[in-house]
Nanobody
Framework: AQLVEYGGGSAQPGGSLRLSCVAS????????MTWIRQGPGDRLEWVAS????????VYGTDVKDRFTITRDNAQNTLYLQLNNLKTEETAMYYCAKGYCSGVDCLLRGRGTQVSVSS
């Protein structure tokens, strides 16, 4: 099983990015999925999760109402829409299989870098 993230890059404060995570070796429809991030010198931080049933979502307090996690089971791809980005959200963003919050994520990708600056 493997996860590969795409879509990172540079954005200005208030800008937007859309991250993708392509899964292989397992079906996305069979597992909840999670996005986590790690800023420079910071711990891994849970961002959002989505279930594998009705698509119920949960978000961290800091990103709620600005980030949106979605999934396309047909494409075996997970997404994270980042809106109204803040400079402090510069981080490596990872997708992970299952519900997890950081070091407990057993399967995650190599990450995609998001840099927010003016």
């Amino acid at each position: 099983a493997q996860l590969v993230e795409y879509g990172g890059g540079s954005a200005q404060p208030g800008g937007s990015l859309r991250l993708s995570c392509v899964a292989s070796g397992f079906s996305l429809s069979e597992s909840p999925m999670t996005w986590i991030r790690q800023g420079p010198g910071d711990r891994l931080e849970w961002v959002a999760s989505i279930d594998n049933g009705h698509g119920s979502t949960v978000y961290g307090t800091d990103v709620k109402d600005r980030f949106t996690i979605t999934r396309d089971n047909a494409q075996n791809t997970l997404y994270l829409q980042l809106n109204n980005l803040k400079t402090e959200e510069t981080a490596m963003y990872y997708c992970a299989k299952g519900y997890c919050s950081g070091v407990d994520c057993l399967l995650r990708g190599r990450g995609t870098q998001v840099s927010v600056s003016s």
